[in-house]
């Protein structure tokens, strides 16, 4: 196969449908954190209760918890009309619109209890949509497949993520009555009507799609069968098909991204202290960054297809880990415009190459039987550790320095270099069905 035949993947109506389900995915993270954070400080509310709020985040480390339900449980004249996965998406979407229009018409100077549980409903759908959307994806194409959705998934959920940050402040401040107070909640308002109005491309794309073929489920006599069913099958399923191999594989799941994640909470932190401005680095992480992150998955999932995700895998471990040097190196350059172009540049471009390797390998993991389950669970454990470690990293900045953060950082990916190198030894155990 060429290459030009290899690049019509993604002019596919599969990988078209999730470039739109993509952004529906991205779109409600940045809504609950970052955007949330800023119009919150603005309104007056102090620091430390904004901080407590990025709990609500835990809903998507969590997400395994209910992903058997909506692997297994039928929803009410829903899934009759459109499927068991198609009828899961439909209702989160419909979740996270009714809770952003339920943001929006909350100001937080007089309520700020409602803004909460409002944005803990967004998460709680955000996340149920995730679960469904994985689902639905894997279930949707072969394996072969798996990279150029993940893709372009990867690319409808950053240009979701621009359009909920960039996007939703640039909104707010077209919205502001000239010379008023700094603080205007109706400004905020039409932001977040606006951004509730931006899930309906999603909704449109899950009403238009087909179906993915449905696995036959077994049925259950009783609820204990039933239970077995939703909640140990799936997790016996995987051991039972690697074995003592299932531990090597979940030892990398955890770890893959741990040289991103931990570096990442330090970044912005890190920006500010060597003087950079906002919008030097919006504009540079916005602009450069995420096309480099674009360009990134795209690679990522062409290369997987030539050269195999392993390979991919592993060259995406090696660049992440080389990317946090050269935030060392940065860091020793002071206030230079065009060294953070390169540096931002660089590792958006591995972040892309790797997550699309990534997520090709956790599809490749999941029998189809149990794929909303198994995914969901490969997807939370991705970040529980790294989170954990992330915790620390200001500790670490304060008493060692930056550059002897992101070196070490770095260091961090050198065991994951050594668990990709032993999974590819590993022959992949097809799903039955």
């Not at 008023?180 to 449109?204: D, E, H, I, K, N």
């Not at 550790?385 to 992101?406: E, H, I, M, R, W």
Request: hydrophobic fraction near 55%; glycine fraction near 8%.
């Amino acid at each position: 196969m060429g290459w030009l035949a290899t690049l019509r993947v993604y002019a596919e109506p599969a990988s078209l449908r999730m470039l739109a389900l993509g952004f529906s995915a991205g779109l409600p993270l940045l809504l609950v954190f970052g955007t949330l954070s800023f119009w919150l400080r603005e309104a007056g509310v102090d620091r430390t209760t904004i901080g407590f709020l990025s709990w609500v985040g835990l809903a998507y480390g969590f997400k395994w918890v209910w992903s058997p339900l909506v692997d297994r449980l039928p929803i009410p004249v829903l899934t009759r009309l459109l499927g068991r996965r198609r009828s899961w998406l439909l209702l989160s979407q419909a979740v996270i619109m009714a809770a952003l229009v339920m943001m929006a018409l909350t100001d937080p100077t007089l309520a700020l209890a409602p803004m909460v549980w409002c944005a803990v409903a967004v998460a709680f759908g955000s996340a149920t949509q995730d679960i469904a959307l994985d689902a639905f994806r894997i279930e949707s194409a072969d394996t072969e497949h798996q990279a150029a959705l993940a893709a372009t998934y990867q690319a409808g959920y950053r240009l979701a993520m621009i359009w909920a940050g960039a996007g939703a402040l640039w909104i707010a401040a077209r919205a502001e009555v000239p010379n008023a107070a700094l603080y205007q909640y109706g400004a905020w308002r039409t932001a977040y009507l606006v951004m509730a109005a931006s899930m309906l491309p999603g909704v449109l794309t899950v009403l238009l799609s087909r179906e993915p073929a449905r696995q036959a489920l077994p049925p259950a006599r009783n609820a204990a069968e039933w239970l077995h069913g939703a909640l140990i099958a799936p997790f016996a399923d995987f051991v039972g098909r690697y074995r003592w191999h299932a531990a090597l594989i979940l030892g990398l799941i955890a770890t893959y991204r741990i040289s991103d994640v931990v570096m990442g909470i330090m970044a912005n932190p890190f920006y500010v202290d060597m003087g950079f401005s906002k919008d030097e680095v919006a504009a540079i992480s916005k602009g450069f960054g995420v096309a480099m992150t674009l360009l990134g998955a795209f690679v990522g999932g062409v290369l997987a297809l030539r050269l195999g995700v392993m390979r991919v895998l592993m060259l995406g471990a090696v660049l992440s880990a080389a990317s946090n040097l050269l935030f060392a190196w940065l860091g020793t350059r002071g206030h230079d415009l065009s060294a953070l172009v390169l540096v931002i540049s660089a590792d958006n471009l591995s972040s892309g190459i790797a997550s699309a390797a990534f997520i090709a390998y956790l599809s490749s993991l999941t029998n189809v039987q149990y794929s909303a389950t198994q995914y969901a669970l490969f997807s939370s454990m991705m970040l529980l550790l790294p989170k954990f470690l992330a915790g620390f990293s200001g500790q670490f900045v304060d008493s060692f320095g930056y550059p002897s953060f992101f070196t070490a950082t770095a260091c961090l990916g050198a065991p994951v270099l050594l668990l990709v190198w032993l999974a590819s030894r590993i022959k992949t155990v097809p799903s039955p069905h």
